[in-house]
């Protein structure tokens, strides 16, 4: 008779946990959008039952203990990036993690002359 881990994995699908249980049926997540390259931190706030945490949660909140990328948690557990976001932002509204915006790259002053240069290199194709 199979234990109840050996139940509930498929060597070869994984586990038979599919992504709308893990999210409780919902596509989309509430409150302000994010980017998938936004940095992900924990606060250092306390949840009042860590018992209402699903284990998911809970590895998200040890992969953002250093800041991370939402993108690179969604592949550090292997589940769906929407799946990802809906926990992400469970987490955030408990006020344990903090998402911020990327950093915009300060605009760079172009060069004529390497430009012209270039196009030059190209025209001698």
Known sequence: MPSNDE??????????????????????????AFDLVATVTT??????DPGALA??????????????TVVDIASDVDL?????????ADLREL???A???PVPAEPRQIDRNTLRE???????L
């Open 55 to 68: 284990p998911e949660h809970i590895l998200v909140l040890q992969l953002a203990r250093a800041p991370t």
């Open 7 to 32: 139940r509930w994995l498929d060597a070869e699908a994984g586990p038979v946990v599919r992504p709308y249980a893990l999210t409780r049926g919902r596509t989309r997540h509430a409150g302000e």
């Open 43 to 48: 606060t250092g706030g306390r949840v009042a």
């Open 80 to 88: 769906a990036l929407g799946v990802v976001r809906i926990l992400l």
């Open 118 to 124: 270039v196009l030059h290199g190209l025209r001698a």
């Open 99 to 101: 998402i911020r915006a």
């Open 95 to 97: 006020g344990l993690v």
